[in-house]
């Protein structure tokens, strides 16, 4: 089984770099620590509460970030889980037969989503230089930069599957983890797995289409209406909604640059 320690971080693909960092500022209060790029595009990792996210950005017309977010649209790509061991990880992956899509000899691998109920997964030992998570003052409760919104504990990955009992025994298999929730909302089910520093959520809902993907990070506040005043006052308009974890606020996908992004309370 793969031995997940961490979120390494959550990867957005969008064509505006610029508008996706000054969200996670402005309205998430998020802490960028790395701006680089990389063969085909401009990158940049922040910390909005205790969530790493990474920022793609295509920086030609025919790069493969260029590609997916012609084909998909601007959106969350994919979830890079930290292992204890790549080469270990690696074996788990040629075991259970998974494609790997894009592979640097001892840094990571991408497994394809098809493999892995929508998923598309990175896998990688490597930790970031200047990591706010790294740093020994840090508190996972109060998590990095202002925290605008109060951001407290684990985020949820959220992914739209078509059978969340399949989709979620199956992810407790690859990792050993047990499924911590299992609930219902009208006719969505979700199952949700527990890794400490994150949560996943395998979320089936008919109103979300049959394509599974990397559908949504959902942030837990102490307080949504504190939250709801503060992201008004960022300029970020914000519309309520139920989710399986409690009463929940979705930030509008125009300002957020496709990433979906639920602001919740929980319940549980």
Same mark, same amino acid.
């Given at each position: 089984? +793969?031995?997940?320690?961490?979120?390494?971080?959550?990867?957005?693909?969008?064509?505006?770099?610029?508008?996706?960092?000054?969200?996670?500022?402005?309205?998430?209060?998020?802490?960028?620590?790395?701006?680089?790029?990389?063969?085909?595009?401009?990158?940049?990792?922040?910390?909005? *509460?205790?969530?790493? %996210?990474?920022?793609?950005?295509?920086?030609?017309?025919?790069?493969?970030?260029?590609?997916?977010? *012609?084909?998909?649209?601007?959106?969350?790509?994919?979830?890079?889980?930290?292992?204890?061991?790549?080469?270990?990880?690696?074996?788990?992956?040629?075991?259970?037969?998974?494609?790997?899509?894009?592979?640097? !000899?001892?840094?990571?691998?991408?497994?394809?989503?098809?493999?892995?109920?929508?998923?598309?997964?990175?896998?990688?030992?490597?930790?970031?230089?200047?990591?706010?998570?790294?740093?020994?003052?840090?508190?996972?409760?109060?998590? !990095?930069?202002?925290?605008?919104?109060?951001?407290?504990?684990?985020?949820?990955?959220?992914?739209?599957?078509?059978?969340?009992?399949?989709?979620?025994?199956?992810?407790?298999?690859?990792?050993?983890?047990?499924?911590?929730?299992?609930?219902?909302? *009208?006719?969505?089910?979700?199952?949700?797995?527990?890794?400490?520093?994150?949560?996943?959520?395998?979320?089936?809902?008919?109103?979300?289409?049959?394509?599974?993907? +990397?559908?949504?990070?959902?942030?837990?506040?102490?307080?949504?209406?504190?939250?709801?005043?503060?992201?008004?006052?960022?300029?970020?308009?914000?519309?309520?909604?139920?989710?399986?974890?409690?009463?929940? %606020?979705?930030?509008?996908?125009?300002?957020?640059?496709?990433?979906?992004?639920?602001?919740?309370?929980?319940?549980?």
């Amino acid at each position: 089984m +793969l031995t997940v320690t961490r979120h390494g971080h959550v990867n957005h693909y969008t064509s505006d770099y610029d508008a996706a960092l000054a969200v996670h500022r402005r309205a998430l209060g998020g802490e960028v620590f790395s701006e680089f790029g990389t063969p085909g595009s401009r990158n940049a990792l922040s910390v909005v *509460g205790s969530t790493c %996210l990474q920022v793609f950005s295509p920086d030609a017309p025919d790069s493969p970030v260029a590609s997916w977010i *012609g084909r998909f649209g601007a959106s969350w790509h994919s979830l890079e889980w930290t292992v204890a061991d790549l080469a270990e990880a690696e074996e788990v992956v040629a075991a259970r037969g998974f494609r790997v899509t894009d592979r640097m !000899a001892g840094r990571y691998v991408f497994l394809h989503p098809k493999d892995l109920h929508g998923l598309c997964l990175e896998l990688t030992a490597e930790h970031f230089p200047g990591d706010p998570r790294e740093q020994p003052e840090w508190d996972p409760d109060v998590g !990095a930069g202002g925290n605008l919104l109060g951001i407290t504990g684990p985020a949820t990955v959220v992914l739209a599957v078509t059978d969340a009992a399949a989709a979620g025994e199956f992810f407790a298999g690859l990792t050993g983890r047990d499924i911590a929730h299992d609930d219902t909302l *009208g006719a969505a089910r979700a199952t949700t797995l527990d890794f400490g520093d994150h949560r996943l959520d395998c979320l089936a809902d008919p109103g979300l289409g049959p394509r599974e993907r +990397l559908y949504a990070l959902r942030l837990p506040v102490p307080d949504l209406a504190s939250a709801a005043a503060s992201l008004t006052a960022s300029g970020v308009p914000a519309t309520p909604l139920s989710t399986t974890e409690g009463p929940a %606020l979705v930030l509008d996908t125009a300002a957020t640059q496709g990433a979906r992004i639920e602001i919740v309370q929980r319940t549980r």
